[in-house]
């Protein structure tokens, strides 16, 4: 069972940058399905459902949500068992509960923004204010 805890979150001005970590209790390699796994950075804010920000595969290939494209860049460094979601040009919109997940890639097609996560972290808080 993979334990996912998130930090970095906080409170920064519109425009300002954060980044948030996510260390995970085993190695990812532990995760791999049939095509690799996914980890992935997700949010919800107030009132809103979750939506998928950023995701990068056990390849490194990566996927970002349209909102965020140019703005965050999501990297994973598998020897200190850390996700990364570095945050720029931060808007009041992206203010949100961040959670990091992990989940194993059993289908060859399955895009990581669109897979079921088994593994979630509990949340860090971004406050973005204008």
């Known amino acids: 069972q993979v334990q996912l805890v998130e930090s970095g979150g906080g409170s920064v001005q519109n425009g300002g940058s954060l980044r948030l970590s996510c260390v995970a209790s085993?190695?990812?390699?532990?995760?791999?399905?049939?095509?690799?796994?996914?980890t992935a950075w997700f949010r919800q804010a107030p009132g809103k459902e979750r939506e998928g920000v950023a995701a990068?595969?056990?390849?490194?290939?990566?996927t970002y949500v349209d909102s965020v494209k140019g703005r965050f860049t999501i990297s994973r460094d598998n020897f200190k068992r850390t996700l990364y979601l570095q945050m720029d040009s931060l808007k009041p919109e992206d203010t949100a509960m961040y959670y990091c997940?992990?989940?194993?890639?059993?289908?060859?097609?399955?895009?990581?923004?669109?897979?079921?996560?088994?593994?979630w972290g509990k949340g860090t808080l971004v406050t973005i204010s204008s």
């Open positions: 997940a992990a989940a194993r890639r059993n289908r060859k097609y399955d895009p990581c923004l669109g897979i079921e996560y088994g593994y």
């Open positions: 085993e190695d990812f390699a532990s995760l791999y399905g049939a095509y690799g796994y996914c």
């Open positions: 990068i595969r056990s390849d490194t290939t990566t």
